[in-house]
Structures are given as structure tokens and as C-alpha cells.
């Protein structure tokens, strides 16, 4: 069904100043009238807006939707976004993924949601994630030591940030080790999880929230002032899939680079956009709080903290919160 509606949909692009005849689309693609009937209101369904005459179809409007066809179309990579699976809602990208992850699902694979219902955050939290923004999961099967997993949210959030950074041209940040930053308001969120088998990485899961086109008043009153939307950054709505194409293309090359050993140059670039370093921060870790001074991130992508009698410490993991010395 699905490749139907692309070869019809592709059909609609290449003809897109004029009408395409009903029995264009039945010879080149080798379908009855009622089936490209359904087709064509399958299409309407989604968002495409269609106008019919008695000369054929005329596609004349195209939705602000990750929907497959509209991300692949101009898509310039090697394997990421190759195969992609749109939902209208999920629970979770994540865990659609981890399923086709456990099913074979080659590297590049990509869940996409219109919404989710129950989108996770770092330390269970849940991530708001109605209509309007990019709730996504990337499969990988990169053959490295399943230590080296977590640097994969370092190498995503240099990705993200040097993508908004340059397709919005915004203030943005990394605070460590997961979110991304518009000033001081989180725009992003990155989730990362790891299945390993006999002690190798099976698969590797890389979740990321974008708030893209959504109202700030949607949020609840306790997420409003640490959360922004690049829509209400830029008074204007951004096209997702093309957003989502230039983020898997940077990601690409990243994640490849990451692969050849060069995660230190990758960490250079990140420590370039942290908003954490040189911050007063508490980090929250399994219900204990360590406050200190963020002086740097390791080789290893770990935070350093300077505390306050001067001693230094690593923290592997945790919520981090920028906050004022008392």
C-alpha cells in the first residue's frame, strides 16, 4: 500500500504545475481506477490536499507532517532514514523501535510518532509530546564496546544543536548531558538506551524531542518557563521534514566519525556549545544531589565538578541543573 502512495505521490510532485490523468497513473503504475480512487483519498486523509477535476488529480498542498515520503524525498544520506515508520500515536518511539530493534530492524531504521502518548525522559520523567513536534527514534548497531554507548547522546546533541543553529539561527546550548538549550529554555531532549547480547551492543536507541511547532499555553504551568518551542523563538512555523532531513544528514556524518574513533573531536565541538560548562550546577543521582561547578567534560564525555571545598569529582550520569550559588 504504502509504495503505491509514494509512486502516485511522486507522480503528483513531477506534475505538479498541471493536472495528471487518472489513466496516467493506472498504465504507470499498474492499478484500477478504484484503487487509485482509494489511494488518492488515503493521501487526503493524511494531510495532502488534492484537487480533482475531470482532467485528473493536482496536488496543491502539502501537510507540515514527518510523514515518510515528505522526509525521504530530498533525504542525502547513506542509510539513515532509509526505512522509516510513521505512526499517528504511539506510547513511545522507544519502544516501537526496541520491537522492530529486537525483530532485526537494520541500522537507520526510524520510528516517527505524530504524537506519543507516554514519551520518556531521562530518569523516567515523561516528555510532553503532543502534535506539533518531532518525537523520533534512530536505530544503530555500531560495533563498539557497550561502555561507549552513552557517548552516542553527546555525538546526537552536537547534531541537533548544529542543525537548529544553523537552519534557525537561534542561541543554542547543550546542557549536559542531554538537552538542548534555546538561551536558558530546553527546545530538546535526547534518550538514548542500549541493548547488549553476550556482552556485546546489540542496538542502541536514539530518542529525540524537538518542540517544534507548538504553543508554549499547551505546556503545563510548571514546564512553561524552562520550555520553549522554535516556533515561539522565530514567530513562524518550521517545515519538519526538512528540519528532520538536515538533522539526519549532520547526524549522519557525525555518527559515522563517532564509528572511525573520533569522539574527542566530536567532544571538542560539543564543548564549544555547552551551556553547562563554566555553570554553578546540582546534579540529581539516584535520589543523592551533588552540587558544584561545572569546569569541564572528559575524554570519556563524563562532567567534571569542582565542589565546593575545592576537590574535584566525575559524574557519569544525572539530571543536571543549572542553578545560582548560594
Request: glycine fraction near 10%; aromatic fraction near 6%; proline fraction near 3%.
Amino acid at each position: 500500500m504504502f509504495m503505491t502512495e509514494n509512486k502516485i505521490l511522486k507522480l503528483l510532485y513531477d506534475k505538479k504545475d498541471c493536472y495528471l490523468p487518472v489513466q496516467e497513473i493506472e498504465t504507470t503504475i499498474n492499478i484500477s481506477q478504484t484503487q487509485v480512487l482509494e489511494e488518492i483519498q488515503n493521501l487526503k486523509d493524511k494531510g495532502y490536499v488534492i484537487d480533482s477535476t475531470d482532467s485528473g488529480y493536482r496536488l496543491t498542498g502539502v501537510p507540515n507532517l514527518l510523514l515518510p515520503y515528505e522526509i525521504k524525498k530530498n533525504l542525502h544520506t547513506k542509510f539513515l532514514g532509509k526505512n522509516i515508520h510513521f505512526f499517528k500515536e504511539v506510547d513511545s518511539t522507544n519502544d516501537v523501535a526496541r520491537e522492530l530493534a529486537r525483530e532485526g530492524a537494520e541500522e537507520g531504521t526510524i520510528v516517527v510518532a505524530e504524537s506519543q502518548r507516554s514519551g520518556k525522559g531521562r530518569r523516567g520523567k515523561k516528555w510532553i509530546s503532543p502534535s506539533g513536534g518531532v518525537w523520533m527514534t534512530i536505530i544503530l548497531r555500531p560495533d563498539i564496546e557497550p561502555v561507549k554507548a552513552p557517548q552516542l547522546t553527546l555525538v546526537t546533541g552536537v547534531a541537533v544543536a548544529e542543525t537548529l543553529d544553523q537552519e534557525c539561527g537561534l542561541n543554542i546550548g547543550i546542557k549536559w548531558p542531554n538537552d538542548i538549550l534555546i538561551g536558558d529554555k530546553k527546545v530538546s531532549g535526547i534518550l538514548t538506551e542500549v541493548e547488549t547480547k553476550k556482552g556485546e551492543v546489540d542496538y542502541v536507541l536514539v530518542g529525540i524531542g524537538i518542540d517544534l511547532n507548538m504553543d508554549i499555553s499547551i505546556f503545563p504551568p510548571n514546564l512553561r518557563g524552562g520550555a520553549t518551542s522554535l516556533k515561539a523563538e522565530l514567530d513562524r512555523e518550521i517545515q519538519g521534514a526538512e528540519l528532520v532531513q538536515r538533522f539526519l544528514q549532520r547526524f549522519e556524518i557525525l555518527y559515522n566519525r563517532f564509528k572511525e574513533g573520533e569522539f574527542r573531536e566530536i567532544l571538542t565541538e560539543w564543548r564549544k556549545l555547552s551551556s553547562t560548562i563554566g555553570k554553578y550546577v546540582e546534579v540529581h543521582k539516584k535520589g543523592r544531589i551533588v552540587y558544584g561547578e561545572a569546569v569541564g567534560v572528559n575524554k570519556d564525555g563524563k562532567l567534571i565538578l569542582e565542589l565546593d571545598d575545592g576537590t574535584l569529582r566525575k559524574v557519569v550520569s544525572g539530571e543536571c541543573i543549572h542553578t545560582d550559588k548560594n
